[in-house]
């Protein structure tokens, strides 16, 4: 009924032809961003087909590198590589830029997954691969589909919307084994609480979803954590011994 008078009032003021070309033209605009959605995500699979063995970082794309959270992500960064993970960002500065400087210092692959922003940052400074994305959603089924687990930095809205998916994607099975690591206690710590007393306490969390997550302030300790979930996702990694 709602459409009919809709219809109706656009005849009455453009007529029926214009009114049809409108919808026609909406249909083709339709098909048009489709495309571009395909051929975005198309563009991520092919930079990171092979990458097997990554983690996704994220947080704040303001910290200077003067911060502790910016040195924290750098030395995260570099023990990933260590231990033969590609770090994934979203290629911007602040923390992002971190993680992917302390990948390259120690030899590692560094991806930056941008964002096109009215207020363009351009990517960091230290990337191997990079791509830049229109959609949200492509670039955030990136993070997903190559990482085996997510770190998480002190950030803001961006951060919280990435963390806050990862976790809805573990709790409701989406993605399974998959660790979910805060990093900065001092930040995370007051989020934490406030989600055990107010959505847990009312029921809205199962007491165990808490659980999902682990907060760290130890470099060396998230990059064991990591190692840990990609076995466990993965099987053992052979070991290089003598015999
Ligand atoms: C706002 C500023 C730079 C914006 N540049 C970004 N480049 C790439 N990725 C970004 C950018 N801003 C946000 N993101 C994504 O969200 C997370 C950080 O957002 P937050 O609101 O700063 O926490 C990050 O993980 C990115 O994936 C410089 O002032």
Redo the contacts with the bound molecule.
Sequence with gaps: MGDRRTEDTAREHHGPDEELLRVIADAAADVARVERMRIEIEEGFDLLRGTEKAVSL?????ARPDQPHYRLARSIGSGLADAGFTVI????????EAANRGAVEAGGTSVGL??E?A?E?GLNAYLDLALDFRYFFARKLMFVRYASAFIVLP????????LFEALTLVQTGKIHDFPVILAGSDYWGGLIAWLRERPAASGYLAPDDLDLVTVSDDADEIVRLVQAGWERQHGPEPTHGTV
């Design positions: 994220f947080g704040s794309a303001r960002t979203g290629g911007g500065p602040g923390v992002m941008g964002i922003l207020h940052q950030g803001g809205f961006g951060t919280l919307d990435e």
